[in-house]
């Protein structure tokens, strides 16, 4: 599967988890020269606190588009070293 925005493969592996509708890529997959820090978090009561990461591709911008938990839940190990995206980040087979 690929992750696209913004005409611009940001993630590509076939070692996808699907959990409550989003497909977590393998970390490694992520082209980290798309990303760009973010300081937002969020919680979730069974996966722990998600940090986020922004894309950046062909001078546009899309903010916190990318999420991660880098410590996440007993109930919620298998997305552990994996990244999940945002609406507007289109995944294809």
């Known amino acids: 599967m690929k992750a696209i925005w913004n005409g611009v493969t940001v993630a590509e592996s076939d070692d996808i988890v699907t959990l409550e509708g989003n497909h977590y890529f393998p970390e490694a997959s992520l082209k980290r020269e798309y990303t760009t820090f973010s300081n937002h978090r969020t ?51």
């Open 43 to 93: 919680s979730c009561v069974w996966k722990g606190q998600a940090h986020y990461m922004s894309l950046l591709a062909n001078g546009d911008m899309k903010p916190d588009a990318v999420w991660f938990y880098p410590e996440p839940t007993e109930g919620a190990q298998e997305i552990k070293g994996r990244v999940a995206f945002a609406a507007g980040v289109d995944i294809v087979d």
